[in-house]
């Protein structure tokens, strides 16, 4: 799925729910302006125990934000921010992801996949 356009409305800020996926897969198409970062977060924004508004319910509301690793495919280093073009592959251990920190990209395409 191309995503550029939203990373780039988002103003290079792009919180995402990943629960129920096991691995996002995103490729960067060069050029790429800076280092883009790559963030989890557990905390949905939610107060505790209070259930998701179905009209809140989302990314967008999360908090906490810390990085986490993703696999360069190409070359299987673990990296948490991405300056060159290629794909990398985070595995899902937070239920938010977010692309961030970064400047202009030419293309950025996600993929989700499960096991089983």
Known sequence: MDITQQYKQSIYNLPMDVSGWDTVTFQFVAPIESAVYIYGS?????????????DNYGAGRATDWVGVQAVNLATGAAVN???????????????FLKLGGGGDVYGLFQFNSKIG
Request: proline share 11%.
């Open 81 to 95: 921010s991405v300056s060159t073009a290629g794909a990398y592959a985070v595995p899902v251990n937070t239920p």
């Open 42 to 54: 557990l905390n949905d924004g939610m107060a505790q125990g209070v259930l998701y508004p179905n």
